[in-house]
Antibody, heavy 115, light 110 residues
Framework: EVQLVQSGPEMKKPGESLKISCKGS????????IAWVRQMPGKGLEWMAS????????RYSPSFQGHVTISGDKSTSTAYLQWSSLKASDTAMYYC????????WGQGTLVAVSS | QSALTQPASVSGSPGQSITISCTGT?????????VSWYQQHPGKAPKVVIY???KRPSGVSNRFSGSKSGNTASLTISGLQAEDEADYHC??????????FGGGTKVTVL
C-alpha cells in the first residue's frame, strides 16, 4: 500500500527556520515526483513546488520561488519543505502528494507562525 | 500562472444534479486532459474523485463525472446526497512539470 506520512504539527515564531518532512512507502520513491501543496486557513489549495527524487530535479511555482526550498533523500524515501525565515502568513496546512495517477496524498502538516 | 477560476459556491437539493466549472486557459485546462477534482471535507485531506479529466478512482461513486469544453473543465455530481456536501477543488497540469489549482467551490446540499 502506498503511503505518504508527514511530520507533526509545528508552532513557530516569525523569523525562525523550519523543515517539514514527507516519508513515502510502498513504492519506488525515486521514480515519482512529489508535490507540495499549501492550504491557508479557509482557502483553496495552491501548488507550491515539486521534487523528483531520482535526480533531485525541482520545479517551483513563481508564487513560492525564493520563499521555500524543497529537497529530498531517496535513501530514506523522504521529501522536505523548508523555510529559512518564517512569516505569520506562512500559517497554513501543507500537504505532500505523490504525482501518480491519481495523486496519493499525505495527511498534512499544520504550521502555525505567531509571535 | 494564475489560479483556475471556480464558482465560490454551488447548491442543490438531494437527488438533483449539480455542475461545478473550472476555467483556465489554453496553456493549462485547454491544452491538457490532465484535470483532476478533489473532494475535501472539513479538517480532512483532499480526496480525488476524478483524475485525467474523466477517470474515477476505485471506490468513488459513479455519480461523479468529469468533462471539458475548451478552456473549461466541469465536475458533475448526479443524485446529490448529503455526504456530497464538501469543498471541491480542480487542478490542471500547466506544462513543464507545473500544476495549478482552482480556488475551490463549496457545495451545499439543501
Amino acid at each position: 500500500e502506498v503511503q505518504l506520512v508527514q511530520s507533526g504539527p509545528e508552532m513557530k515564531k516569525p523569523g525562525e527556520s523550519l523543515k517539514i518532512s514527507c516519508k513515502g512507502s510502498g513504492y519506488n520513491f525515486a521514480t515519482y515526483w512529489i508535490a507540495w501543496v499549501r492550504q491557508m486557513p479557509g482557502k483553496g489549495l495552491e501548488w507550491m513546488a515539486s521534487f523528483y527524487p531520482g535526480d533531485s530535479d525541482t520545479r517551483y511555482s513563481p508564487s513560492f520561488q525564493g520563499h521555500v526550498t524543497i529537497s529530498g533523500d531517496k535513501s530514506t524515501s523522504t521529501a522536505y519543505l523548508q523555510w529559512s525565515s518564517l512569516k505569520a502568513s506562512d500559517t497554513a496546512m501543507y500537504y505532500c502528494a505523490r504525482q501518480s495517477s491519481p495523486w496519493n496524498w499525505g495527511q498534512g502538516t499544520l504550521v502555525a507562525v505567531s509571535s | 500562472q494564475s489560479a483556475l477560476t471556480q464558482p465560490a459556491s454551488v447548491s442543490g437539493s438531494p437527488g438533483q444534479s449539480i455542475t461545478i466549472s473550472c476555467t483556465g486557459t489554453g496553456s493549462d485546462v485547454g491544452k491538457y486532459d490532465l484535470v483532476s477534482w478533489y473532494q475535501q471535507h472539513p479538517g480532512k485531506a483532499p480526496k480525488v474523485v476524478i483524475y485525467e479529466l474523466t477517470k474515477r478512482p476505485s471506490g468513488v461513486s459513479n455519480r461523479f463525472s468529469g468533462s471539458k469544453s475548451g478552456n473549461t473543465a466541469s465536475l458533475t455530481i448526479s443524485g446529490l446526497q448529503a455526504e456530497d456536501e464538501a469543498d471541491y477543488h480542480c487542478c490542471s497540469y500547466a506544462g513543464t512539470d507545473t500544476w495549478v489549482f482552482g480556488g475551490g467551490t463549496k457545495v451545499t446540499v439543501l
